[in-house]
């Protein structure tokens, strides 16, 4: 990462790993080169690396609207 690299990192923490796995493999298609996600037992970890603000800010919003939709997708409680 070079000085003028801004970086964002997202934790969700879910239920269990099972979840956590499943939201990743969801969200996989859309990573971009500039995001490493991971899970790291019930957490899935994702660092989005970007030169410019506004760049890692569209990235981050997208990531989390994605997140989001993933989420509810897993959600079982819901009717």
């Not at 994702?46 to 990235?59: A, D, P, S, W």
């Amino acid at each position: 990462m070079s000085d003028s690299e801004r970086t964002a990192t997202v934790r969700v923490t879910f239920d269990d790993e099972e979840t956590a796995r499943q939201v990743a493999a969801a969200l996989a298609p859309d990573d971009t080169a500039e995001m490493d996600s991971r899970v790291e037992g019930r957490t899935l970890v994702t660092t989005i690396t970007r030169e410019r603000t506004g760049g890692l800010r569209t990235t981050a919003d997208d990531y989390v609207s994605n997140l989001q939709v993933a989420q509810q997708l897993t959600d079982t409680t819901q009717p």
